[in-house]
């Protein structure tokens, strides 16, 4: 009786309490889990919602056509256009050379015809463009045959561009042609409106394929000077590349530029991998290139190459990054932003400061940039762990431009030298045949580099086709050279 009585003070549970016990604990377990899917669903509608407005709002400007230009954000105190205090040279102007003075007289008031006391003297300045005609020259040549050499030989006048004669031998002059080409081919202008222009402006009527022709005519002029351009470019300590879309007829293409203080160098190609990167500057080259993140300037091929990642792209990654999060998935693009932005600063104090301390708070930025984006941080955010992931790659070149004077943090140079491409892209409609795009690349070249040394572009083209002209060289004979190995922090 001792030990039925003892086993009725513990009984053994009933299955069906066993069974509801577990119920419960799943019915648990399945409430939070709705929980999470409802927090879950409640964010992806918000970001849902997010991105309706977005496409409404993209699909709205994009039929209105100043869209593009426009700010995403009202800035309450933009900052005060025009050239930085302290910046440049502040001068007074003279005055122009007059050529022709013209009084007009006060005999009395205009008004009434009455007489004028207190008489003062104003003057005036105008400078204006004189009407100018247009001038046709005609060129006597002669020919013989020389009794000597037993060949046919003729005379050239050393003004003289081509030996037409007969039909052929109306011509369009050189500087008309210069005019013509760097209109279209620096300034974006069409065909259209160049005969527009120069009809409207001098009375020199030309059709659109008149200057087609001339222009093709030009380049082919002016190919030695496009090669002299590729070999400097590659002999450069610092070169900027990038690219844009283009189109050579009914196919898709890309324009690339490649640009120096002194040298630039435009080509169109129908692809957009590393060989056009090798087959411009060469196997061989020894400079730093300064590019944008691309996977093309990343290839195995390019591996042994010095470069520079463009930070104004990391920072404008990092500011879309700061706009979309919240929370603390805030910090990691702050932080990174910070470093950057210590090192443009560092590298605008680097002229007042001593080697020592530069070196050392460079050292300083490099190491917490190293442990900022450490393969061991774990970072729950995705964007900010692909981030990461996206800066160690490129963490040798993030940093080199803070040991490198010449060296710009940047890729603004080659996006600056891309804006005239991209309106002759939007005017023209880029290409028709492989013909007009290596006119295009050629003459680009020459008329920009033209523009950086400050050279007159139309007199170096009317002595680049004249038979007497002799221009000056684009490009010195000894390109400025850098010595990479001047600090221990660039190594390939």
């Known amino acids: 009786m001792a030990v039925m009585r003892k086993r009725r003070k513990h009984p053994q549970p009933d299955s069906k309490d066993q069974r509801i016990a577990e119920l419960e604990e799943q019915l648990a377990q399945a409430l939070l889990i ?13 970001m849902n919602n997010e991105l309706r407005e977005r496409v409404e709002e993209l699909e709205r400007a994009g039929k209105r056509q100043a869209a593009p230009f426009a700010r995403r954000h009202w800035v309450e105190r933009p900052r005060r256009p025009g050239r930085k205090r302290g910046q440049g040279k502040f001068v007074h102007r003279e005055l122009p050379q007059v050529h022709e003075t013209k009084v007009a007289k006060l005999q009395g008031c205009p008004e009434c015809g009455g007489k004028l006391k207190e008489i003062h003297t104003h003057e005036q300045y105008v400078t204006d463009i004189p009407v ?47 005019l013509a080409a760097d209109l279209k081919h620096r300034l974006g202008v069409s065909y259209g ?30 190919q030695p000077v496009y090669a002299e351009l590729l070999e400097a470019i590659r002999q450069c300590s610092v070169v900027n590349a990038d690219e844009t879309g283009w189109r050579i007829g009914t196919l898709a293409a890309w324009l690339w530029v490649f640009t120096h ?5 435009y080509a169109i190609r129908d692809n957009r991998s590393s060989d056009v990167v090798i087959d411009i ?23 042994e190459w010095l470069k520079q990642k463009c930070v104004g792209h990391l920072l404008k990654d990092l500011k879309e990054m700061k706009e979309s999060k919240s929370g603390r998935a805030l910090h990691f693009a702050r932080q990174v932003t910070i470093i950057l932005q210590e090192a443009l600063a560092l590298k605008a104090e680097k002229a007042r400061l001593d080697p020592f301390t ?5 050292q300083d930025l490099e190491s917490h940039l190293d442990v900022l984006i450490a393969p061991k941080r774990r970072l729950s955010d995705r964007d900010n762990a ?3 992931k996206r800066l160690r790659k ?27 491409a991209v309106i002759t892209r939007k005017t023209n409609g880029c290409n028709r045949n492989r013909s007009g795009a290596m006119t295009h690349a050629i003459l680009s070249s020459v008329l920009v580099t033209c523009r950086q040394h400050s050279i007159p572009i139309l007199d170096y083209l009317v002595q680049l086709q004249q038979y007497g002209g002799t221009p000056s060289a684009l490009v010195t004979a000894t390109p400025l050279q850098l010595d990479i190995l001047a600090s221990p922090i660039i190594e390939r």
Not at 137 to 153: A, D, L, M, P
């Open 132 to 178: 100018v005609a247009v001038q046709t020259t005609r060129f006597v040549t002669y020919s013989g045959y020389c009794r000597e050499c037993h060949k046919r030989v003729r005379s050239h006048h050393p003004e003289q561009t081509s030996e037409a004669t007969g039909a052929a031998g109306v011509l369009v002059g050189p500087r008309a042609k210069a």
């Open 358 to 362: 530069f070196y050392q708070r460079a």
């Open 261 to 265: 203080r002194e040298v630039t160098v």
């Open 281 to 303: 500057l060469g196997e061989q080259f020894q400079g730093i290139l300064t590019t944008d993140c691309y996977l093309a300037y990343d290839d195995r091929k390019l591996k």
């Open 386 to 388: 692909r981030f990461a």
């Open 34 to 46: 709705i929980q999470k899917q409802q927090k879950q669903i409640e964010r992806l509608q918000q």
């Open 394 to 420: 490129h963490r040798p070149h993030l940093l080199r431009f803070l040991y490198v004077d010449e060296l710009e943090s940047t890729n603004n140079l080659a996006e600056r030298m891309l804006r005239p």
């Open 193 to 222: 409106k160049v005969s527009e222009v120069l009809n409207d402006t001098f009375g020199l009527q030309v059709s659109r394929s008149g200057w087609c022709q001339a222009d093709q005519k030009l380049a082919h002029t002016a």
